[in-house]
């Protein structure tokens, strides 16, 4: 989809009403719901982040979402695929942590980007995180700048291939008993995203179609 389209039909966004859980469930591992029951007490104690699904027009025109592989490290988020976005520091809101996060990620100045509206928050059990998502967009052609430290690489995804229902596919994951289990995922630019980021890929993609109608 040619950007100037894209704008025209995301000013809808912001009055339709939020996919919400609905919607992440759809890409939800079979396995969330016992971890939630069995971190009752922990979420009570759950740290709150942000993070940004970022929109913007590549070279040709096209609308394309940015998307970060993360580095290796000791960590429960290692070398998976996600949205620029982190904790939020003392005294900022959901919306600062997001913008201010998205810059030191990928290098996009925050006065640059529109934010069209906040999605649904959802608890990520592994990392004991509450993560409030954004959807906004730049005008023109992003100059990226990955933050060495923490990203690995930077996976521009376009928008069609991200609507695309051959994107949809399955993810075989080893849970900490041993077993494997089949969970929902996006097959996207070589990588498979699950997980909470294709959860809230999910709301993303409802959101969209919704607009486009």
Not at 76 to 92: C, D, M, R, T
Not at 143 to 172: P, R, S, W
């Amino acid at each position: 989809m040619k950007f100037e389209s894209f704008l025209k039909s995301i000013v809808k966004i912001e009055n339709l009403p939020l996919p919400g859980e609905t919607s992440q469930f759809k890409m939800s591992p079979p396995y969330r719901a016992d971890l939630i029951k069995m971190q009752a007490e922990r979420i009570k104690k759950a740290r709150n982040s942000a993070v940004m699904a970022l929109f913007y027009p590549n070279n040709e025109g096209e609308t394309c979402i940015i998307l970060i592989l993360r580095k290796t490290y000791k960590g429960v988020h290692s070398a998976q695929v996600g949205f620029p976005g982190g904790k939020l520091e003392k005294n900022e809101t959901n919306k600062q942590a997001a913008l201010r996060e998205t810059e030191e990620e990928i290098g996009v100045k925050q006065n640059t980007i529109t934010v069209l509206r906040a999605l649904t928050q959802m608890y990520i059990p592994p990392s004991n995180f509450n993560v409030k998502p954004f959807i906004g967009y730049v005008e023109k052609t992003p100059n990226f700048i990955k933050q060495e430290t923490e990203v690995e690489a930077l996976l521009e995804v376009k928008l069609k291939d991200f609507l695309n229902k051959n994107a949809l596919t399955t993810k075989t994951v080893s849970m900490a008993n041993g077993l494997k289990v089949s969970v929902p995922a996006y097959g996207l630019k070589n990588h498979l995203v699950w997980g909470a980021t294709a959860m809230m890929l999910s709301e993303v993609k409802d959101l969209l179609k919704a607009s486009f109608k």
